[in-house]
């Protein structure tokens, strides 16, 4: 009696099981087909154009005279924007200029400033006075010369003002320019790093510095989008630059020019994004696939080891 009982309970149970499972499926293949679409919207279509001089005729670039700084210089120069370069030395900032105007036929001008004082915001204001500017490029940034225990850091109060400064006061000051806020028009850049997805150790100050910039600009972005300012958190991990001492490019460590060009097709697409396809399968996966955890325990023992090389082959 029992059997026939559990068996007609079984029986239907049936259509409601099969209904479930149809529905799981079938939800699983929608979330499938809308991840594979945007992602082949993002990185394969692009969002190339939306970065004109239409948004405004000047695009600034702080940390402009090298790395990624200089290829956000160069391609933006390339598609017809007069360029605003703001950088530490006169000579390199004079060089870039030169080569833009000579090469795209694009006005230029510069402000030579240090962002690690805090005393250079009014005459970045005066230099950018009257200008339309469409995009803004916070690029400069600077991190460890190696990685390292937070407490045998040398000179560490003067390491780490600088690095506020440079890193985030840059970011919050560059915001409150009111010249970017009049035509409710305008893209803003912030580059943050993958380092800022996570803790990185012996590299914390650095990592922690990213966490604000991503922080800050995902919060800024949604308290202005609605006024027709894009402000986008930009996470690359490593690219071929000063800064990371790495000097030929592979897949996963593309040239600062490989990386700006897919970067800003990601623009108006993505409001946080690793900007370039490699990096995004790898910002997945260390933040949806491995535990946090492991991610942290790895940096560690992988910064480590950079360290140690540090001492042994520059030091
Ligand atoms: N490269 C990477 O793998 C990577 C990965 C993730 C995030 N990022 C971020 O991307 C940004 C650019 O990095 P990068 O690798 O291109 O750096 P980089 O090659 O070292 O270039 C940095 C630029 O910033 C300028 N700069 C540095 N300190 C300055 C200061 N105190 N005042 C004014 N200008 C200063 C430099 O000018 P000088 O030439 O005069 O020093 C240079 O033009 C940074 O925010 C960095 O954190 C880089």
Redesign the pocket.
């Known amino acids: 009696m029992n059997w026939m009982n559990a068996e007609e309970t079984l029986r239907r149970a049936e259509a409601p099981l099969f209904w479930v499972g149809a529905f799981t499926v079938a939800s699983l293949a929608l979330w499938l087909l809308y991840r594979l679409l945007s992602g082949f919207r993002i990185w394969v279509l692009g969002n190339g154009q939306l970065l004109s001089p239409k948004l405004g005729k000047w695009a600034v670039v ?10 956000y210089a160069e391609e933006l120069a390339r598609r017809g924007f007069a360029m605003m370069l ?4 006169q000579d ?1 900032l004079d060089g870039v200029a030169r080569t833009l105007k000579e090469q795209f036929k694009v006005k230029t001008r510069t402000i030579a ?5 805090t005393d250079i915001y009014n005459k970045i204001e005066a230099g950018l006075a009257g200008l339309e500017i469409g995009v803004l490029v ?6 460890y010369p190696y990685p390292e225990y937070y407490l045998q850091i040398p000179d560490l109060d003067d390491f780490i003002t ?1 690095m506020i ?3 985030i006061t ?1 970011v919050c000051q560059s915001l409150n320019l009111p010249c970017l806020f009049l035509r409710s028009k305008g893209v803003i850049l912030n ?5 800022g997805m996570y803790p990185v150790p012996l590299l914390t100050a ?1 990592s922690s510095t ?1 966490a604000f ?1 991503d922080f800050f600009s995902r919060g800024l972005h949604e308290e202005y989008r609605r006024q027709g300012i894009i402000i986008q958190s ?11 001492r ?1 000097k030929k490019p592979t897949l996963d ?1 593309p040239t ?1 020019e490989r990386y700006v060009a897919a970067e800003l097709a990601t623009v108006g697409l993505q409001g946080q994004t690793n900007g370039y396809f490699p990096h995004a399968v790898m910002g997945w996966l260390t933040t949806k696939l491995v535990p946090m955890k492991l991610v942290i325990f790895f940096g560690h023992i992988y910064d480590c080891k950079k360290g140690k090389l540090f001492y042994i082959f520059v030091k």
């Open positions: 702080t940390g402009a005279t090298d790395g990624i700084g200089k290829s703001i950088s530490r030395s390199k400033v240090d962002f690690g004082k916070n690029n400069v940034g600077v991190s600088n400064n440079v890193n840059s580059i943050s790093s993958a380092s650095y990213k910039v930009v996470l690359p991990f490593f690219v071929v630059t000063k800064m990371t790495i460590k600062p």
